[in-house]
C-alpha cells in the first residue's frame, strides 16, 4: 500500500523541486501535516526549508485585519442588534435568556449564507406572490422556482396560523440584521470566519494580495467545497498559482450513481478544478475480505478490538502499530476504546481529545450548577439531600470520612429531604464555595472557577492529580476567564438562567487533546480526522444506520426548498460527505474490520449503515458477516439453604421463653407471614438481625401513612375515652371537625418523632394529610354508624404476649407469640379485634390451607395477621368468640368490614371453627420453623423477591 500523502510528497519534489520551500500547503485539518511532513523528509534524503502549512480556516483568515469574533461576543452583539429591530417595529424586546435559544440557529444560518455567497436579500424576501417570484428570480432554473413557489404557497393568506406569522415577523427581520449584524462586528474590528471566505471571494478582503508570498498554493484531500472555495480556487487554477490534490478512487468518481463521488465529479468535472493525479481505481478491482461484526451493545464496539488486534505483535518494534486506525464513526465511543485498550498497546495516539463531559470533572461541575440553579430559582436556604449525598461521595469532592459520616448519619436522623444550608459548612476545602449561592451572573462564574481551581490544589496536595486532569481543569478555567470577560460589558442585564445556560454550552463542548506522537503507535481518531491518511488494517467501529450517514441535519431557520432554490447544503450533502469518507478509507487498506451495535438505542437503529450493503451489492469485495462471541460463564445457581445448626440454631435457642420476656425472642404477626412468604427473609430479619439500611424517605411512604392513621385514630378515641365510657355517633361526630388537627399531629410525630413539628408542610406532606384525613373520616363514619360501642383497649396501652408450648427434641419448650392490637371494643355484646390497613388488603381468602400455603399465590397476610391477634387475646385473657374485624379502609364501605370465605361472612359458628383450623395451621408452621432437620431456603415464587430489602444477597 502506498499511501496517498507518500504520493503527493513524490509530486510535489518531481513537479517543484527547490521551489517547494515556496509554497503553501493547505489542508482541510491539522492532522495530516505531520504526515506529509514524514513523507517529504524521507523522500528528500537530506535538510531543507519546509513549506508553510496551513488549514484552510487558519489561511483565509490571513486574508483581513479584522479579528474573528468568538461566538460569545457574536452572541450578544447578534441580541443588541435584533433588539433595536424590534424596538423600531414597536414590539417588547427579548431578554438575553429569552434570545439565546434562537441566537446560535440564526449565526449558523448566517455563516451558511456567508460561505455559499448567497444574497441575504434575496434569500430572506417577503415574496408570497408567485408572479413576483418569477420576475425577481427569473436567473434561476424552472427547478429553482418550482422549489420557491413550493415554501411560499404554504403561507397564503387563508392558511396562516400563528406559528407561521411569527415566522414571518422574523423572516422579514433577516435582511436588516444579517447586514446590521456584520456593521456592528466590524465597527469593533471584528468579524465572522465565515466572512473572512466571502470577502476574499467578493474581492473585497483588507489583504486580497496576501497569497503574493507563495510560489504556489497546494490543496490537498479536499471535497466539499462551499461557493466561496470554488470560486477562489477557480479563480487562483486561472492565475496559475494553485495546484490541487483530490483524493479519489474511479470506483466512485466516474459513475453518476455513486454518492461518495458527488463534490469531486462538481469540482473537477463542472467546476473545472484539475486533479494533479491522475485516475486511481482501487475499490473497482479490490477482492479482499471486509469483516462485518455486530455486537450486543454500543460499548460493548470496543470490546472487538481485543479479537481483531494482536496487541503484543503490534507493540513489537518492527510492526509498525502506526498502520493500524481505530475510527471512530461514534465518537462516544472513545473513553470505552480508551478502558479496552490493554497497556500492552503500547503508544496509542489519541488527538481527537477527551470531553470533559465524559470525566468526574464535569459530574462535580454539573452538580455545582444543578444545585446553585435550585438555590436561586426557588430562594431557599436547603439543599435536596440526594444532591447533597452526591457531593459527600463524589471522588472529587475532598470531603473526609469523618465528615461524611457525620452529615450521613444526621441526614437519616433529621430524615432531611431538604437539608439546610448551615448544615453543609464542611472542612473540606470545596465545600464553602460548593453550597454558597451566588446571586448575580458574574459572581456565579467566579466562584466556579475559584471551586475548579480548588480542586486542582487539592488534587495536587493529594499527589493525585494526572496530566489528563489538569488539562482539562486549565481548559475549563481558561473558557470561564474568556466567558467572564464577554460578559462583563452585558453583567446588569443577565439573568441567572442564561448564565447558566453560556456555562453548561462553554464547558459541554470543551475537550482537550490526548497528548500523543502523532507518527507512532495505534492511531485513533473521528472520521473526520481521517481525510488524507491511510492505513493497512481499519477498524471502523459505530457503523450503524442513523450514525453512519447521520439522519439529521442541523436545525435552521432556512427551509429545505429555500435551500435547494439557493444551492445551499442539504441533507444528502451531509450522506455524500460521509460516504466518501468511509469509502475512501477503504481505497488503500488491506485489512478492514466494521463494527456495528445489533442492540441499538434512542439514536441509532440495530442495523448496519447502508454504505456497508451498498457495496456489498456494488463492489467486489468480500462482505464477511460474524457476531462478537463474549465468553458466557456459566454461574452455578446462587441457592441460599442455612441449616439451623451451630451459631443458627444458637439463635434460634433465643425465641424459647427462659422465665425473662425481654430477653426472649418474639414470634409476631409479621414474623409468621414472612416465613410464609420466603423462610430465608425470615431468617435474615428475625434470627441473623440483618438490619435494612436506613435511608432518607423522600416520599412518604404508605407505611408512613398507615402510622400516622393509627396514631391519629388512637388519640381521637384516647381524647374521647376522657369524656364517655360509651362513643355515641354523636360524640364521634361532634369531634370530626378535629380531623384535620389529629392528622397533622400525628403525621408530625410519625416524621419529627413530637406533635408540634409540622408547622408548615410542604407540598408532599399535605398530600399525604389528605389521605390520612380522608382515611380518618372514613373510618369514622363507619364507627358512626355502628356506635354505640365500648372501647375496651387502643393500641400501645398493652402488648399480647402468649407463651405457645412447642416440643423440640422431645422437650418442651415455650415460644413467645405477641402481638400490639389497633383496638378492642365491644359491640352489641360481642368483643371485637379491629385491625386497621391502608393498603390492597383483602377480606376474602380461599381456604385457611392456601392461607398457609409456602410461597401460595393466595397467601391474605391480613387475615393471618388478624387471626393470629385474635388468637393471643383468646388465649391471654382465657375467653372466646371475640371477632375479628379487618378495616381496609379503601374497601370498607362496599365490603365492610368482616372475613369471607369464598362468598361466605364468617359469623358465629363459621368463625369459631376457623379459629380452630387456624390454630392448627399455626402449631403445624411453629413446628416446622423450629424443626432441625428443615434448613431455611428461599421462596420459589420470584414475585416474593420484588420488594424483598434482601434480594440482592439472593440475586434474585
Known amino acids: 500500500m502506498i499511501p496517498f500523502l507518500h504520493e503527493v510528497a513524490a509530486d510535489l519534489i518531481a513537479r517543484l523541486g527547490e521551489d517547494l520551500k515556496q509554497t503553501a500547503i493547505i489542508f482541510n485539518n491539522k492532522r495530516p501535516e505531520a504526515f506529509l511532513k514524514k513523507h517529504l523528509g524521507e523522500l528528500q534524503g537530506n535538510a531543507s526549508f519546509s513549506p508553510a502549512f496551513f488549514t484552510i480556516s487558519s489561511f483565509f483568515a490571513a486574508s483581513t485585519n479584522l479579528v474573528v469574533a468568538d461566538p460569545l461576543k457574536q452572541f450578544f452583539i447578534l441580541h443588541q442588534e435584533f433588539n433595536k429591530l424590534l424596538i423600531a417595529e414597536g414590539k417588547a424586546t427579548l431578554s438575553p435568556d429569552q434570545f439565546f435559544p434562537m441566537a446560535n440557529i440564526i449565526l449558523s444560518d448566517f455563516a451558511e449564507v456567508d460561505y455559499d455567497l448567497v444574497n441575504a436579500e434575496s434569500l430572506f424576501p417577503a415574496l408570497e406572490d408567485i408572479a413576483v417570484i418569477q420576475q425577481q428570480f427569473s436567473h434561476f432554473t424552472e427547478e429553482q422556482q418550482a422549489f420557491l413557489e413550493r415554501f411560499w404557497s404554504s403561507f397564503s393568506a387563508d392558511k396562516q396560523r400563528t406559528h407561521q406569522q411569527k415566522f414571518l415577523e422574523l423572516w422579514k427581520r433577516m435582511p436588516a440584521l444579517y447586514r446590521n449584524f456584520h456593521q456592528a462586528l466590524q465597527n469593533q474590528g471584528l468579524i465572522t470566519s465565515a466572512q473572512t471566505y466571502r470577502r476574499l471571494a467578493e474581492g473585497t478582503a483588507d489583504l486580497p494580495d496576501f497569497i503574493s508570498p507563495y510560489k504556489k498554493l497546494i490543496f490537498i484531500g479536499f471535497n466539499a467545497l462551499n461557493k466561496c472555495e470554488e470560486k477562489l480556487f477557480k479563480q487562483w487554477q486561472e492565475q496559475g498559482c494553485a495546484l490541487f490534490y483530490f483524493d479519489t478512487d474511479d470506483y466512485y468518481l466516474q459513475d453518476d450513481l455513486q454518492e461518495a463521488g458527488v463534490f469531486l465529479r462538481k469540482n473537477i468535472f463542472k467546476s473545472g478544478l484539475v486533479n494533479s493525479f491522475p485516475g486511481h481505481t482501487f475499490l473497482g478491482d479490490k477482492r479482499s475480505i471486509v469483516d462485518v461484526i455486530k455486537t450486543q451493545g454500543h460499548a460493548a464496539q470496543a470490546k472487538v478490538l481485543t479479537e481483531r488486534i494482536n496487541f503484543e505483535a503490534l507493540a513489537a518494534f518492527d510492526e509498525n502499530p502506526e498502520k493500524t486506525a481505530i475510527i471512530l464513526a ?84 433529621k430524615q432531611w429531604v431538604e437539608v439546610p444550608l448551615t448544615e453543609l459548612h464542611l472542612i473540606s476545602a470545596l465545600a464553602p464555595n460548593f453550597f454558597t449561592s451566588r446571586h448575580s451572573g458574574l459572581q456565579t462564574i467566579d466562584a466556579l472557577y475559584l471551586m475548579l481551581t480548588a480542586v486542582l490544589e487539592q488534587r495536587q496536595r493529594q499527589n493525585q492529580l494526572n496530566e489528563l486532569e489538569a488539562n482539562l481543569i486549565l481548559e475549563a478555567c481558561k473558557k470561564l476567564n474568556l466567558l467572564y470577560d464577554n460578559l462583563d460589558f452585558y453583567a446588569p442585564s443577565l439573568g441567572l438562567s442564561l448564565v447558566f445556560a453560556l456555562i453548561r454550552k462553554t464547558l459541554a463542548s470543551l475537550a482537550v487533546p490526548l497528548e500523543g506522537e502523532p507518527l507512532r503507535g495505534i492511531q485513533v481518531m473521528g472520521m473526520l480526522e481521517s481525510r488524507c491518511l491511510d492505513f493497512e488494517h481499519v477498524i471502523i467501529l459505530g457503523m450503524n444506520e442513523g450514525v453512519m450517514p447521520k439522519r439529521n441535519a442541523n436545525p435552521s431557520f432556512i427551509p429545505d426548498s429555500l435551500r435547494r432554490a439557493n444551492g445551499m447544503p442539504v441533507l444528502e450533502n451531509q450522506d455524500a460527505i460521509a460516504a466518501y469518507l468511509f469509502y475512501r478509507l477503504l481505497q488503500r487498506s488491506e485489512k478492514v474490520t466494521l463494527v456495528y451495535d445489533g442492540l441499538g438505542g434512542e439514536t441509532e437503529a440495530a442495523e448496519p449503515s447502508r454504505f456497508i450493503r451498498q457495496l456489498a451489492y456494488e463492489s467486489k469485495l468480500q462482505f464477511n458477516y460474524l457476531q462478537q462471541e463474549q465468553p458466557v460463564k456459566i454461574e452455578p445457581s446462587n441457592v441460599i439453604v442455612i441449616p439451623k445448626t451451630g451459631r443458627v440454631w444458637k439463635a434460634m435457642e433465643s425465641f424459647f421463653y427462659q422465665g425473662n420476656p425481654f430477653k426472649t425472642n418474639n414470634i409476631s404477626a409479621t414474623a409468621l407471614t414472612t416465613y410464609l412468604t420466603c423462610s430465608l427473609q425470615f431468617f435474615f430479619r428475625y434470627v441473623a438481625k440483618m438490619k435494612e439500611p436506613e435511608a432518607v424517605t423522600e416520599n412518604l411512604e404508605a407505611s408512613q401513612i398507615g402510622s400516622a392513621l393509627h396514631q391519629a385514630l388512637e388519640w381521637f378515641y384516647q381524647d374521647l375515652l376522657k369524656t364517655y365510657a360509651l ?131 393466595a397467601q391474605n397476610k391480613a387475615v393471618v395477621q388478624t387471626l393470629f391477634y385474635t388468637y393471643i387475646y383468646e388465649q391471654v385473657k382465657k375467653t372466646g368468640n371475640v371477632e375479628p374485624n379487618l378495616y381496609v379502609v379503601r374497601k370498607m364501605k362496599q365490603e365492610g368490614t368482616r372475613f369471607k370465605s369464598g362468598k361466605t361472612i364468617l359469623q358465629e359458628f363459621d368463625l369459631e371453627e376457623a379459629k380452630v383450623t387456624f390454630k392448627d395451621y399455626l402449631q403445624k408452621t411453629l413446628d416446622e420453623m423450629f424443626d432441625q432437620r428443615i434448613p431455611f431456603n428461599q421462596t420459589t415464587r420470584i414475585e416474593n423477591c420484588q420488594y424483598c430489602p434482601y434480594k440482592d444477597i439472593c440475586e434474585r
Open 727 to 857: 362513643i355515641s355517633a354523636e360524640n364521634i361526630n361532634a369531634k370530626l371537625p378535629e380531623v384535620v388537627e389529629y392528622s397533622r399531629a400525628s403525621l408530625s410525630e410519625v416524621i419529627y418523632g413530637n406533635r408540634k413539628t409540622l408547622q408548615k408542610p410542604n407540598s408532599m406532606q399535605q398530600i399525604v394529610l389528605q389521605i390520612v384525613g380522608e382515611y380518618m373520616q372514613t373510618i369514622l363514619k363507619h364507627d358512626s354508624v355502628s356506635a354505640p360501642f365500648r372501647i375496651i383497649e387502643l393500641e400501645n396501652k398493652k402488648d399480647y404476649k402468649f407463651h405457645y408450648p412447642i416440643k423440640i427434641n422431645g422437650q418442651t419448650k415455650y415460644l413467645q407469640l405477641y402481638g400490639i392490637l389497633d383496638r378492642v371494643d365491644e359491640h352489641n355484646g360481642k368483643t371485637r379485634i379491629v385491625d386497621y390497613k391502608t393498603g390492597s388488603d383483602e377480606l376474602k381468602f380461599t381456604s385457611l390451607e392456601k392461607l398457609f400455603e409456602r410461597d401460595g399465590k
Open 330 to 413: 461514534d465518537e462516544s465511543l472513545l473513553v470505552p476504546v480508551m478502558q479496552t485498550l490493554p497497556p500492552e498497546a503500547g503508544i496509542v495516539n489519541i488527538t481527537m481529545g477527551y470531553p470533559l463531559t465524559q470525566s468526574p470533572l464535569f459530574g462535580l461541575t454539573e452538580l455545582w450548577l444543578k444545585i446553585q440553579e435550585q438555590i436561586n430559582k426557588q430562594q431557599k436556604h436547603t439543599v435536596y439531600y440526594r444532591d447533597a449525598l452526591a457531593f459527600l461521595s463524589h471522588p472529587l469532592s475532598g470531603v473526609k470520612a469523618a465528615e461524611r459520616e457525620r452529615l450521613q448519619n444526621l441526614l437519616l436522623q
